[in-house]
């Protein structure tokens, strides 16, 4: 009897062969865990993208009743804190005040979003004559504060600051991604007839916010379910980090002796909202958001809800004036 040879009668060679993978097996099995990643990954973004959307809207809830509750306590909303007229904003009336203080309207309610401490110490500074970007100053102007940041566009961390805001208050700041409701406003053609990048606003409505003065409840005669208090504002993709787009150069403590300082933390309704968008001029009066779904906003009750961008321009400036007595559709 011929004897076995053990290289080609061995049981475990046989079963070390049928355990290998060939080359194209391989790459199939690559190919189809590809095809998988690939038709799960925009699912998980979806996912990830509502989690932000409803993180936005609870942030957007937290400063909607601090306002409510610094009302409670002074008797009126916060606003106008002695800032300039803005620019290439035609007012109604100039009511332009400088006995009124409290700084900017963030920084009236960051004592009931839980920042005692930063309130009081950055409210004094949007009038003050006498600041210097000092070590203690620039310290106190870099605190972020999370809850004014949608997590979808970006970090709640200081960003750089330009002239003259870096002059005052050193080369970074916090800054704001939620802006108060300013009023109704036509695009004023009149006032800048050779700029089609950024026209002129003329406000036909008054705000929450109003120059020269507090809104009280009981003067947002609209009623309070039907009139914007806070929302997302318009921001350019470019300048998100950058600190150099024109509607979010001011950091927190606001400036009130500039002219464009109130276009960080308010917003009009001149236009329909948007999605964020590159090179975007008009992000300094606008409403606006990163979402692609919407934009978030507070009403004055206190509701949050997600606005579609489709929203008939005549119903979003009615719901942008305390008094214009318009009668707005229940199913918007």
């Known amino acids: 009897m011929p004897a076995l040879d053990p290289s080609t009668s061995s049981p475990h060679r046989h079963i070390a062969s049928r355990r290998a993978f060939t080359l194209v097996e391989l790459l ?16 998980v973004q979806a996912a990830r993208e509502a989690a932000r959307v409803i993180q936005c809207q609870n942030r957007l809830k937290q400063v909607a009743l601090a306002c409510h509750n610094y009302e409670s306590a002074f008797k009126e909303l916060p606003g106008y804190g002695g800032e300039r007229p803005g620019f290439l904003i035609t007012q109604r009336e100039n009511r332009f005040r400088t ?16 920042e005692p401490q930063l309130a009081t110490r950055i409210q004094p500074l949007a009038r003050s004559l006498a600041v210097t970007p000092s070590d203690r100053i620039q310290s106190l102007v870099r605190v972020p504060v999370e809850t004014l940041h949608c997590p979808s566009r970006r970090d709640a961390e200081p960003y750089p600051l330009v002239e ?19 009023g109704s406003a036509e695009i004023d053609t ?55 787009g024109f509607g979010d150069r001011s950091p927190l403590a606001g ?6 300082s109130s276009h960080s933390y ?5 236009r329909s909202p948007k999605v964020d968008s590159r090179a975007n001029c008009l992000e300094c009066h606008d409403f606006g958001s990163t979402h ?21 321009l005549e119903i979003h400036r009615s719901q942008a004036s305390v008094n214009g007595q318009e009668i707005i559709p229940y199913h918007h």
């Open 292 to 312: 692609y779904g919407g934009w978030n906003v507070a009403f004055a009750d206190g509701r949050v809800t997600m606005m579609d961008y489709s929203l008939d």
């Open 28 to 43: 199939v099995v690559i190919a189809i865990i590809g095809i998988l990643v690939g038709l799960l990954l925009p699912a």
């Open 266 to 270: 308010v917003r009009y309704a001149a």
């Open 255 to 260: 400036y009130h002796d500039v002219a464009i």
């Open 190 to 244: 009149s006032a800048t007839p050779n700029s089609n990048d950024a026209p002129a606003i003329r406000l036909t409505h008054d705000g929450v916010w109003v120059l020269g003065q507090r809104t009280r409840f009981n003067t947002i005669f609209d009623g309070l379910s039907n009139t914007y208090l806070i929302g997302e504002k318009a921001m350019d993709l470019n300048k998100l980090e950058t600190g150099d």
């Open 99 to 114: 006995h009124i203080g409290g700084g900017t309207w963030i920084t009236q309610v960051l004592l009931y979003l839980e």
């Open 164 to 182: 003259p805001y870096s002059l005052r208050y050193g080369d970074s700041g916090a800054r704001n991604d939620y802006a108060m409701n300013g």
